[in-house]
């Protein structure tokens, strides 16, 4: 890979709980390539939102981050003023919730136009101007006179479109998306989904998704990096998991995801038996043991990073096991 | 000033805890993070977009605590022995004067309606989700 355009090297989210110190992620490491698509996978808990608000900076109060390094285009993100300088505008972020994420008491104009002229400055005509511009990108007709109204006054897929369009209205070269779908219905999905591509492909843009989907991350990723319990226990490009999935994890949710004329009529859909270990405390050797059906007793010892080519994962088996 | 004093010390704390409950609630919200995340100022995301919503309680609250104001100005003006409309209420209260009483009364009353209707369109400008009905 060249140059990346964001490299996290060993990230770290720490957060208080009454019980003791929850590590909701463990050291985690990877590069976004200018223009890629990197898809964060995992089912809730495995900290993938926690991932991607640690690069906002976003994180909530209780939750302390720290890393060996994060860096945008060769700048060194845990430096807040630095980080304040980037989020925005050369970095943007759309959320899961698009019925809740925008601001209900301004007009969606007044709240796009606000972060144009703060990061990029001009008269407000011409921030009016690229917003109207940015609403018809994200295929919103009627752009002018959508400005005007409030969120309140659209659907749910209409407001993340505006989301995006918010998003996007720096020019940044990341987007980073925490399920940007998952809160709206299947059809709308597919569209949201689709802009994204599009978008990404005009305007050359890396975009993180992060989502528990493995269905949607087959359609638009270009990598993957597949969370558990708060670490990356696979990573490589979409072919290298879906074709060949190294690591029991990655198996175990692939074989989850029912396929039409693969998957028998009437069978039950499949699930991973038992439950994401508790985050509180250290983790010794491999966090999915206990529900791996090939685990081993060394499983509970370290575990090596096993590689070919640009196909990482963490697991004692090589390949298939 | 004293009387003043009385009146602020008696009127201030619901609005203190107002302000600070709804701007916890307006902090932890969805669209506070995502105006952080467009990278607006600290300042501008907490006066602009919390406090705005923080603000609709409490204007509400305003019209009813002000219509309180001029009934414990009645106390107040009595005690402090000033000449204004709660003094000139308690005196036609112990001469038994019904006529000025009762025109005190109805101007309590009707300044206490144009506070709630104003209240009421100061709240339909803060958010506009109250406009439709």
Same mark, same amino acid.
């Given at each position: ?15 208080? !709980? ?11 490491? =990877? ?19 926690? !991932? ?19 860096? =945008? ?21 759309? =959320?899961?919730? +698009?019925?809740?994420a925008l601001n209900p008491a301004f007009t969606i104009g007044d709240q796009m136009v606000e972060a144009y002229l703060y ?8 921030a009016?101007?690229?917003a109207?511009?940015m &609403? ?11 400005l005007s109204q409030y969120p ?7 407001r993340?479109?505006v989301m995006?369009a918010m998003a996007?209205i ?9 399920? +940007? ?32 989907? &493995? ?30 999935? *190294? ?13 039409? /004329?693969? !998957? ?16 509180? /405390? +250290?983790?010794?050797?491999?966090? $999915?043991?206990? @529900?791996? +059906? ?14 070919? /080519? ?12 | 000033?004293?009387? *003043? ?9 619901? $609005? ?9 609630? *307006?902090?932890?919200?969805?669209y506070? @993070?995502t105006a @952080?995340a467009k990278?607006l ?5 907490? =006066?602009k977009h ?9 204007? /509400? ?18 005690? $402090? ?19 000025? &009483? ?32």
């Open positions: 890979m060249n140059k990346p355009l964001l490299s996290v090297r060993d990230l770290r989210v720490d957060l208080n !709980t009454r019980s003791g110190v929850l590590h909701a992620v463990r050291g985690i490491s =990877f590069d976004v390539a200018p223009g890629e698509t990197l898809c964060i996978v995992g089912e809730s808990g495995c900290g993938k939102s926690m !991932t991607s608000l640690a690069l906002m900076d976003l994180l909530p109060r209780v939750a302390r981050r720290s890393a060996g390094g994060i860096t =945008f285009d060769g700048q060194d993100l845990t430096r807040r003023r630095i980080a304040g300088r980037l989020r925005g505008r050369r970095m943007a972020m759309i =959320f899961q919730e +698009p019925m809740t990061h990029v400055g001009g008269t407000r005509a011409q009016v101007e690229r109207a511009q &609403l018809e990108k994200v295929g919103i007709g009627s752009a002018r006179s959508r309140h006054q659209l659907s749910g897929g209409l993340q479109r995006i996007l720096t020019d940044p070269e990341l987007l980073i998306a925490d399920e +940007p779908t998952t809160a709206l219905d299947v059809t709308i999905q597919a569209q949201i989904l689709r802009l994204l591509k599009d978008l990404q492909k005009e305007l050359g843009l890396a975009i993180i998704l992060i989502t528990h989907d &493995l269905g949607l991350v087959s359609r638009i990723a270009e990598r993957v990096v597949v969370m558990y319990a708060g670490a990356i226990v696979e990573e490589g490009s979409a072919a290298e998991i879906f074709d060949r999935p *190294a690591h029991p994890y990655t198996r175990a949710l692939i074989d989850c995801i029912p396929q039409p /004329g693969r !998957t028998e009529r009437g069978a039950h859909l499949g699930t991973i038996a038992g439950v994401v270990p508790s985050l509180i /405390g +250290p983790q010794e050797g491999c966090a $999915f043991r206990d @529900r791996c +059906p090939v685990a081993q007793p060394r499983c509970a010892s370290d575990i090596p990073t096993q590689q070919a /080519g640009s196909h990482r994962w963490v697991c004692i088996h090589g390949g298939r096991a | 000033m004293l009387p *003043a004093v009385t009146l602020g010390y008696y009127i201030t704390p619901p $609005f203190m805890r107002l302000v600070r409950a709804g701007m916890i609630d *307006a902090l932890n919200t969805d506070v @993070r @952080r990278g100022p600290a300042r501008r995301v907490v =006066f919390a406090l705005r919503n923080a603000l609709v309680p409490v204007v /509400g609250l305003v019209a009813v605590q002000l219509g309180l104001l001029m009934g414990g100005s009645v106390v107040v003006e009595s005690i $402090f022995a000033l000449d204004g409309l709660g003094y000139l209420a308690y005196q036609s209260i112990s001469y038994r004067d019904f006529p000025v &009483l009762q025109a005190v009364v109805l101007l309590l009353s009707l300044a206490y309606v144009v506070l709630t209707l104003l209240s009421d369109i100061i709240n339909a400008w803060l958010d506009p989700r109250l406009r439709a009905a």
